[in-house]
């Protein structure tokens, strides 16, 4: 039985061409939820990041990709934050190397530098482009449980050869989200359901990038948008129709979790 339903944000809840989430994927989580399936969100994002999600009731949030957990009233679950050391490191190295280095924060997204590829992310997801910001100040007087390098992935084996306590999470082919080395979606998708009083087989998870195989492979069910890459899909136990042509909908009524049984 299917006790919780944990949705990727980007290419999977929200489109990439409308940035919107689909009126039926809404309908069909409020169902759900009805029925008594816990409906979490596990996402690269920061749980400050969610606006586009403010008609979905939720349990839970597994934020940056699995750095962090929060319930609706605010609870912190779990975090596991950035050390002090490696922030430097990124810092010195973002200049040595030239790529551009964020901080993902619930106030938002802060780069050291704007570049033609920081424009460009920010157009995908629909957000505003950031302005440079001096992250040190930042990070001296906030907590950072991810760092963003936008550098593609022929450059990610050198850079990251520099942090051996840290690991890479992509999605996007122009950066890489940086957390603290065993944080995967996984592992937040794990701490959350101990904290809510279920067990990973009693999970359908939802994932459109390779962020999200981790959470694909350790559900009870792993679902792939069919906008999935074949990484993805090759990591579930069942692919749906894509964001576009309501992949959430049609997969909780194709397992029976909404609508009526066959």
């Not at 606006?51 to 779990?78: H, I, K, M, S, Y």
């Not at 302005?131 to 550098?151: G, I, K, P, V």
């Not at 042509?245 to 066959?262: H, R």
């Amino acid at each position: 039985m299917i006790r919780a339903l944990f949705l990727d944000v980007d290419g999977t809840l929200v489109s990439f061409r409308t940035h919107r989430i689909a009126p039926s994927a809404v309908a069909a989580l409020k169902e759900a939820r009805g029925r008594g399936v816990g409906v979490f969100i596990a996402t690269g994002r920061a749980a400050g990041d969610l606006e586009v999600l403010r008609d979905l009731p939720r349990d839970g949030v597994v934020a940056l990709n699995g750095a962090c957990g929060v319930l609706p009233d605010g609870t912190t679950v779990f975090s596991r934050p950035i050390p002090r050391e490696d922030f430097e490191r990124a810092l010195r190295l973002s200049d040595e190397l030239d790529f551009p280095l964020a901080l993902e924060l619930d106030a938002g997204i802060f780069v050291n530098r704007v570049t033609a590829d920081v424009e460009r992310v920010a157009r995908q997801v629909d957000h505003p482009v950031p302005e440079a910001t001096d992250l040190r100040a930042l990070f001296d007087r906030t907590e950072c449980c991810q760092m963003c390098f936008y550098c593609d992935a022929d450059r990610e084996p050198r850079i990251m050869a520099e942090f051996p306590g840290l690991t890479a999470n992509r999605w996007n082919p122009l950066f890489a989200d940086i957390n603290v080395r065993g944080v995967d979606k996984a592992s937040g998708m794990a701490a959350m359901a101990a904290r809510c009083g279920f067990a990973l087989a009693e999970v359908m998870a939802f994932g459109d990038g390779g962020n999200d195989i981790s959470m694909l492979r350790h559900a009870g069910i792993g679902v792939a948008m069919g906008n999935a890459n074949n990484d993805v899909k090759a990591a579930s136990n069942y692919t749906t129709t894509s964001v576009d042509e309501d992949g959430i909908a049609n997969a909780l009524k194709y397992f029976g979790i909404v609508g009526n049984p066959s």
